[in-house]
Antibody, heavy 123, light 108 residues
Framework: QVQLVESGGGVVQPGRSLRLSCAAS????????MHWVRQAPGKGLEWVAA????????YYADFVRGRFTFSRDNSKNTLYLQMNSLRPEDTAKYYC????????????????WGLGTLVTVSS | EIVLTQSPATLSLSPGERATLSCRAS??????LAWYQQKPGQAPRLLIY???KRTPGLAARFSGRGSGTDFTLTISSLEPEDFAVYFC??????????FGGGTRVEIK
């Protein structure tokens, strides 16, 4: 069965960095585009970033572009989200999500999600 | 960026009643729209994609329809486990992929 397990969240001061990881299992990880989606406490869902099956293409939401870097290691079935220059408004639960379709521009909906990892940016 | 507006924000219904949730896009998204269900403390669950395609195992009481800018998720007869928050999401024009603000279906 598909499993996505995020880790790396915590409390961090504004301006500092954090790296999130997402360990995937139960499917052929290297075949699928993957995403990060976040949800501020009590709020809605917000797409953060996407990465192609081989890591060659990446897309970011405007509010994280230049601060966050999305990468993947297909040999370890793991995603990474390097988060720099964190702001209080980045406080949210961060979910990694598997794309329904294999490639970008095909069925980029999210059919499996992790349980999320909470990032709190506060002084 | 395509903005998705969901209405109503909250829907108060009793078990057995029909629920009709709306998602309106700021510009046409063709049929490239999905619906998710989220229960407290859980990750979202994909229900419907491409406006009307049901995910495997989804109960028959859930259905989606629409195209262009207006979409509907219908739950024909609410079961106790259906009380949750529902989000729509478009993939027509991205980045960014965008979500609606959600509709909470609560027990009346």
């Amino acid at each position: 069965q598909v499993q996505l397990v995020e880790s790396g969240g915590g409390v961090v001061q504004p301006g500092r960095s954090l790296r999130l990881s997402c360990a995937a299992s139960g499917f052929t990880f290297s075949n699928y585009a993957m995403h990060w989606v976040r949800q501020a406490p009590g709020k809605g869902l917000e797409w953060v970033a996407a990465i192609s099956y081989n890591g060659s293409e990446k897309y970011y939401a405007d509010f994280v572009r230049g601060r966050f870097t999305f990468s993947r290691d297909n040999s370890k079935n793991t995603l990474y989200l390097q988060m720099n220059s964190l702001r209080p408004e980045d406080t949210a639960k961060y979910y990694c999500a598997k794309q329904l379709g294999l490639h970008f521009d095909w069925l980029n909906y999210f059919d499996f999600w992790g349980l999320g990892t909470l990032v709190t940016v506060s002084s | 960026e395509i903005v998705l507006t969901q209405s109503p924000a909250t829907l108060s219904l009793s078990p057995g009643e029909r629920a009709t949730l709306s998602c309106r896009a700021s510009q046409s998204v063709s049929s490239y729209l999905a619906w998710y269900q989220q229960k407290p403390g859980q990750a979202p669950r994909l229900l419907i994609y491409d406006a009307s395609k049901r995910t495997p195992g989804l109960a028959a009481r859930f259905s989606g329809r629409g195209s262009g800018t207006d979409f509907t998720l219908t739950i024909s007869s609410l079961e106790p486990e259906d009380f949750a928050v529902y989000f729509c999401q478009q993939r027509s024009s991205w980045p960014p992929l965008t979500f609606g603000g959600g509709t909470r279906v609560e027990i009346k």
